[in-house]
């Protein structure tokens, strides 16, 4: 088998506020194979880009590491110096932010930005830099890339800006790209622009991938493996057909079950998962999910079950395997949320009548 590109081992990231210490990385653990497009999935605030932030040693104040390995090609990225680090980001890994027109320096030009990528890691020389920089925009599909170098940020498309973020982050030709969410605020057509770009570049550089997304129909099209997270854990993990077609975890569930689908006809009533994800410095007791869980029983309330495998190459962290939890189970606590739902609908209209 091939040795992975990156191994997470039991990684823990805290903030530490006035409030108390904030778990938002509670010891997970993953892989990345050489090649391949893993998906990180789950609620806001769940530890996604924290997890991402701590594989670039970005982690804002006032968090920090606190243990845990990173392994990158066998090599501990927590216990790298600031020299290596600075080496390590933008040569072997890069990072495409989540919102480029913050991400983008808006008084630089965007030829510019993208030839300071490359100079700044000594890869290559100013001259080499800059007679890479067209290509590059060419590469993801930038019209006029000739011209469009000495444009300014403001100047590009939310959609270009995208693009532009993503030869940037090729420029080094890295081993590893982190996608944070990648297709946040663009239209339907440029979001499918953007996943075809991903994954060209996927099959033509060998890029490996770690994909931060909410979006499942993008799981689906681009990644094999899929991660799920919730309150800092990693909840359930496995090839992305098999946990579509039979999530083992509740939370899991859940979340496929709150996606509308256009390979089947509606049978029921799409239902949001129940409340909100916990407060991270005050975390209960027990499995983390049960205060929303549909299928709790007493033990969740006490214990917090380990990620165990379920199934071949797959993993889930929960007491109640939804394999084990009959159809009519199922149905009659997917009523119940509905009826809580039209409940909770009713009282919000009733206060805004009561206003009025």
Known sequence: MTEPI????DLRTQFFTSRGVVHAVDGVSFHVDPGETVAVVGESGCGKTITAL???RLVPEPGRIVSGKILFKNRDIVEMDGDEVRNYRGNDVAMIFQDPMTSL???TKVGAQIKEAMTAHDRF????AAQRVVPLLKRVRVPAAERRISDYPHQFSGGMRQRAMIAMGLANEPSLLIADEPTTALDVTVQAQVIQLLKQLNRELGTAII???HNTALVASMCERVIVMYAGRVVEEGP???IFARPEHPYTWSLLRSVPRVDEARKGRLVSIRGLPPDLV???PGCKFHPRCLFKVDRCLKEEPEL???APDQQARCWVKMSTVSEETRTAAQASEVAFDVAAEIKKRMRSDAKI
């Open 6 to 9: 990156l191994r997470v081992q």
């Open 54 to 56: 701590s594989i670039l």
């Open 105 to 107: 320096n808006p008084v």
């Open 125 to 128: 020389t100013p001259v080499e």
């Open 211 to 213: 994909l931060i997304t």
């Open 240 to 242: 992305v057909e098999r």
């Open 282 to 284: 005050r975390l209960p």
């Open 308 to 310: 165990e495998e379920v």
